[in-house]
Protein backbone atom coordinates (compact mmCIF):
# COMPACT_ATOMS: atom_id res chain seq x y z
CA UNK A 1 0.00 0.00 0.00
CA UNK A 2 1.24 3.73 -0.30
CA UNK A 3 0.44 7.13 1.42
CA UNK A 4 -1.05 9.65 -0.92
CA UNK A 5 -1.83 13.41 0.80
CA UNK A 6 -4.85 14.82 -0.30
CA UNK A 7 -6.87 17.66 -0.21
CA UNK A 8 -10.73 17.11 -1.73
CA UNK A 9 -11.94 19.80 -1.37
CA UNK A 10 -10.75 22.96 -3.21
CA UNK A 11 -12.74 26.04 -5.03
CA UNK A 12 -11.67 27.95 -7.90
CA UNK A 13 -12.52 31.08 -9.16
CA UNK A 14 -15.69 29.56 -10.82
CA UNK A 15 -17.34 29.62 -7.28
CA UNK A 16 -18.09 33.20 -6.47
CA UNK A 17 -16.83 32.57 -2.75
CA UNK A 18 -13.60 31.66 -4.31
CA UNK A 19 -10.41 34.57 -4.53
CA UNK A 20 -10.02 36.18 -8.09
CA UNK A 21 -6.08 34.76 -7.78
CA UNK A 22 -8.12 30.57 -7.29
CA UNK A 23 -7.45 29.41 -11.03
CA UNK A 24 -6.57 26.16 -12.44
CA UNK A 25 -2.99 26.95 -12.82
CA UNK A 26 -2.18 28.74 -9.32
CA UNK A 27 -4.40 25.74 -7.59
CA UNK A 28 -2.04 23.03 -9.36
CA UNK A 29 1.20 25.37 -8.52
CA UNK A 30 0.33 25.38 -5.44
CA UNK A 31 -0.59 21.82 -4.66
CA UNK A 32 2.80 20.74 -5.79
CA UNK A 33 4.83 23.87 -3.83
CA UNK A 34 2.75 22.27 -0.58
CA UNK A 35 3.61 17.93 -1.71
CA UNK A 36 0.08 17.30 -2.56
CA UNK A 37 -0.34 14.18 -4.16
CA UNK A 38 -4.44 13.81 -5.35
CA UNK A 39 -6.85 17.27 -4.89
CA UNK A 40 -9.90 17.95 -6.22
CA UNK A 41 -11.26 21.17 -7.14
CA UNK A 42 -15.13 20.91 -5.91
CA UNK A 43 -17.00 24.24 -7.30
CA UNK A 44 -20.43 25.22 -5.84
CA UNK A 45 -22.77 23.48 -8.33
CA UNK A 46 -20.60 23.86 -11.73
CA UNK A 47 -17.57 21.60 -12.90
CA UNK A 48 -16.38 23.77 -15.23
CA UNK A 49 -13.15 23.64 -14.18
CA UNK A 50 -12.42 20.25 -13.46
CA UNK A 51 -10.69 19.08 -16.80
CA UNK A 52 -8.78 21.40 -17.14
CA UNK A 53 -7.16 21.27 -13.49
CA UNK A 54 -6.90 17.61 -14.30
CA UNK A 55 -4.67 18.57 -17.49
CA UNK A 56 -2.50 20.53 -15.66
CA UNK A 57 -2.27 18.35 -12.82
CA UNK A 58 -1.03 15.93 -15.03
CA UNK A 59 1.94 17.99 -15.85
CA UNK A 60 3.06 18.07 -12.04
CA UNK A 61 2.30 14.65 -10.86
CA UNK A 62 -0.85 15.01 -9.34
CA UNK A 63 -3.71 13.19 -9.62
CA UNK A 64 -7.01 15.42 -10.10
CA UNK A 65 -10.47 14.06 -9.19
CA UNK A 66 -13.06 14.88 -10.90
CA UNK A 67 -15.53 16.75 -8.74
CA UNK A 68 -18.39 19.25 -7.32
CA UNK A 69 -19.73 20.45 -4.13
CA UNK A 70 -23.52 20.31 -3.91
CA UNK A 71 -26.11 22.52 -2.43
CA UNK A 72 -28.85 20.35 -1.71
CA UNK A 73 -32.87 21.59 -1.72
CA UNK A 74 -31.70 21.40 2.26
CA UNK A 75 -29.03 23.59 1.87
CA UNK A 76 -27.12 20.76 2.99
CA UNK A 77 -23.60 20.53 1.00
CA UNK A 78 -22.21 17.61 -0.29
CA UNK A 79 -19.08 16.54 -2.16
CA UNK A 80 -19.53 14.47 -5.02
CA UNK A 81 -16.66 12.79 -7.16
CA UNK A 82 -16.35 11.17 -10.24
CA UNK A 83 -14.00 9.35 -12.40
CA UNK A 84 -14.82 9.82 -16.48
CA UNK A 85 -15.20 12.63 -18.31
CA UNK A 86 -18.71 11.27 -20.04
CA UNK A 87 -19.62 11.05 -16.09
CA UNK A 88 -18.63 14.83 -15.76
CA UNK A 89 -20.53 15.72 -18.48
CA UNK A 90 -23.85 13.80 -17.58
CA UNK A 91 -23.61 15.61 -13.91
CA UNK A 92 -23.22 19.16 -15.06
CA UNK A 93 -26.25 17.86 -17.12
CA UNK A 94 -28.17 17.27 -14.30
CA UNK A 95 -26.63 20.57 -12.11
CA UNK A 96 -28.12 22.46 -14.99
CA UNK A 97 -31.21 21.44 -15.17
CA UNK A 98 -31.76 20.60 -11.03
CA UNK A 99 -30.03 24.52 -10.23
CA UNK A 100 -33.10 27.43 -9.96
CA UNK A 101 -31.88 30.21 -12.53
CA UNK A 102 -31.42 33.16 -10.55
CA UNK A 103 -29.17 35.49 -12.10
CA UNK A 104 -26.10 36.31 -9.79
CA UNK A 105 -25.17 39.66 -8.40
CA UNK A 106 -21.45 39.82 -9.08
CA UNK A 107 -20.74 43.13 -7.02
CA UNK A 108 -22.70 40.89 -4.19
CA UNK A 109 -21.54 37.82 -4.24
CA UNK A 110 -18.58 37.55 -6.79
CA UNK A 111 -17.58 36.65 -9.61
CA UNK A 112 -18.14 33.32 -11.32
CA UNK A 113 -15.85 32.91 -14.60
CA UNK A 114 -14.12 30.19 -16.03
CA UNK A 115 -10.69 30.29 -17.21
CA UNK A 116 -7.94 29.17 -19.29
CA UNK A 117 -4.32 27.88 -18.66
CA UNK A 118 -2.90 31.51 -19.40
CA UNK A 119 -5.88 32.85 -16.46
CA UNK A 120 -7.79 34.61 -19.32
CA UNK A 121 -11.28 34.24 -18.89
CA UNK A 122 -13.64 32.35 -21.12
CA UNK A 123 -16.67 32.45 -19.91
CA UNK A 124 -18.81 34.18 -17.00
CA UNK A 125 -21.46 32.14 -15.49
CA UNK A 126 -24.56 34.44 -15.20
CA UNK A 127 -26.91 32.52 -13.29
CA UNK A 128 -25.75 32.07 -9.23
CA UNK A 129 -24.07 28.96 -8.14
CA UNK A 130 -25.15 29.28 -4.11
CA UNK A 131 -28.74 28.36 -4.73
CA UNK A 132 -29.67 24.62 -3.53
CA UNK A 133 -30.86 22.40 -6.16
CA UNK A 134 -34.68 21.35 -6.52
CA UNK A 135 -33.60 17.90 -5.24
CA UNK A 136 -32.94 17.06 -1.23
CA UNK A 137 -30.12 15.36 -0.41
CA UNK A 138 -31.51 11.78 -0.94
CA UNK A 139 -32.36 12.33 -3.86
CA UNK A 140 -28.59 13.99 -4.96
CA UNK A 141 -26.89 11.00 -3.85
CA UNK A 142 -28.74 8.81 -5.85
CA UNK A 143 -27.99 10.81 -8.93
CA UNK A 144 -24.78 10.62 -8.25
CA UNK A 145 -24.05 6.71 -7.43
CA UNK A 146 -26.30 6.21 -10.77
CA UNK A 147 -23.77 8.01 -12.77
CA UNK A 148 -20.98 5.39 -10.83
CA UNK A 149 -19.64 8.36 -9.10
CA UNK A 150 -18.97 8.80 -4.90
CA UNK A 151 -20.97 10.65 -2.65
CA UNK A 152 -20.27 12.54 0.61
CA UNK A 153 -21.90 14.83 3.17
CA UNK A 154 -19.59 17.48 3.74
CA UNK A 155 -18.17 19.21 6.78
CA UNK A 156 -21.60 17.25 8.30
CA UNK A 157 -20.52 18.90 12.01
CA UNK A 158 -20.11 22.42 11.11
CA UNK A 159 -22.93 24.81 12.15
CA UNK A 160 -23.71 25.89 8.64
CA UNK A 161 -24.40 23.91 5.85
CA UNK A 162 -23.71 20.69 7.51
CA UNK A 163 -26.05 17.82 7.69
CA UNK A 164 -26.52 17.90 11.28
CA UNK A 165 -27.22 22.03 11.29
CA UNK A 166 -29.62 21.59 8.16
CA UNK A 167 -31.32 18.21 9.20
CA UNK A 168 -31.39 17.83 12.70
CA UNK A 169 -29.48 14.46 12.39
CA UNK A 170 -27.95 11.90 10.06
CA UNK A 171 -30.42 9.86 7.53
CA UNK A 172 -29.57 6.14 8.37
CA UNK A 173 -30.18 5.14 4.53
CA UNK A 174 -28.34 7.50 3.34
CA UNK A 175 -25.52 5.31 2.96
CA UNK A 176 -22.82 7.99 1.90
CA UNK A 177 -19.29 6.57 0.59
CA UNK A 178 -17.75 8.63 2.88
CA UNK A 179 -18.62 11.41 5.67
CA UNK A 180 -16.29 14.53 5.21
CA UNK A 181 -15.97 16.71 8.95
CA UNK A 182 -14.62 20.30 9.30
CA UNK A 183 -11.25 20.36 9.39
CA UNK A 184 -10.68 21.67 12.67
CA UNK A 185 -12.30 18.62 14.29
CA UNK A 186 -10.79 15.19 14.94
CA UNK A 187 -12.32 11.77 14.53
CA UNK A 188 -12.66 11.53 18.04
CA UNK A 189 -14.46 14.89 18.92
CA UNK A 190 -16.68 13.94 16.15
CA UNK A 191 -17.75 10.18 17.24
CA UNK A 192 -18.11 11.40 20.74
CA UNK A 193 -20.76 13.43 19.55
CA UNK A 194 -22.16 11.44 16.90
CA UNK A 195 -21.42 7.57 17.33
CA UNK A 196 -23.80 6.81 14.31
CA UNK A 197 -20.85 7.85 12.21
CA UNK A 198 -18.40 4.90 13.47
CA UNK A 199 -19.48 2.97 10.50
CA UNK A 200 -17.70 5.67 7.66
CA UNK A 201 -14.41 6.46 6.75
CA UNK A 202 -14.20 10.21 8.27
CA UNK A 203 -12.31 12.73 5.42
CA UNK A 204 -10.78 15.94 6.00
CA UNK A 205 -9.42 18.73 3.54
CA UNK A 206 -9.25 22.51 3.17
CA UNK A 207 -12.07 23.97 1.85
CA UNK A 208 -9.91 26.37 0.37
CA UNK A 209 -10.79 29.40 -1.05
CA UNK A 210 -7.84 30.90 -1.02
CA UNK A 211 -4.39 30.11 -2.40
CA UNK A 212 -2.61 30.14 0.75
CA UNK A 213 -5.83 27.67 2.28
CA UNK A 214 -4.76 24.66 -0.24
CA UNK A 215 -2.80 21.50 1.87
CA UNK A 216 -3.50 23.25 5.30
CA UNK A 217 -5.73 20.56 6.22
CA UNK A 218 -5.65 17.26 4.31
CA UNK A 219 -6.52 13.33 4.88
CA UNK A 220 -3.74 10.50 3.53
CA UNK A 221 -5.45 8.02 1.56
CA UNK A 222 -3.75 4.53 1.52
CA UNK A 223 -4.35 3.05 -1.18
CA UNK A 224 -2.26 0.59 -3.73
CA UNK A 225 -2.57 3.34 -6.47
CA UNK A 226 -3.98 6.41 -7.47
CA UNK A 227 -7.32 4.94 -9.23
CA UNK A 228 -10.68 6.33 -8.91
CA UNK A 229 -11.17 2.25 -7.46
CA UNK A 230 -9.09 2.22 -5.00
CA UNK A 231 -10.34 5.80 -3.91
CA UNK A 232 -13.71 4.50 -3.81
CA UNK A 233 -12.05 1.54 -1.50
CA UNK A 234 -10.33 4.08 0.38
CA UNK A 235 -13.36 5.94 1.22
CA UNK A 236 -15.30 2.67 2.13
CA UNK A 237 -12.19 1.17 4.17
CA UNK A 238 -12.10 -1.68 2.38
CA UNK A 239 -9.37 -4.24 1.65
CA UNK A 240 -6.67 -2.50 3.62
CA UNK A 241 -7.38 1.03 1.76
CA UNK A 242 -8.57 3.45 4.43
CA UNK A 243 -8.89 7.26 5.03
CA UNK A 244 -6.14 8.33 7.66
CA UNK A 245 -5.99 11.25 9.39
CA UNK A 246 -3.86 11.13 11.83
Known amino acids: MNNYRADLHIHSVLSPCGDLDMSPSKIIETAAANGLDIIAVTDHNHTGHARLTRQLGEAKGIWVVYGAEVTTREEVHCLTF ?5 QLASFQEYLEVQLPRVMNDAELLGHQVIVDAEERIREEVAHSLYPGLEQGVDE ?5 RSLGGLFVPAHVDRPRNGIYAQLGFFPGGL ?5 EIFRKSTRTSVLEKHPELQQYQLLKRSDAHFTNDIGRCTSTLVMANRSFSELSMAFRGEQGRRISND
Do not use: G, K, L, S
Not at 82 to 86: K, L, S
Not at 140 to 144: F, H, I, L, P, R
Open 175 to 179: QPDAV
Open 82 to 86: FDTDD
Open 140 to 144: VAEAV
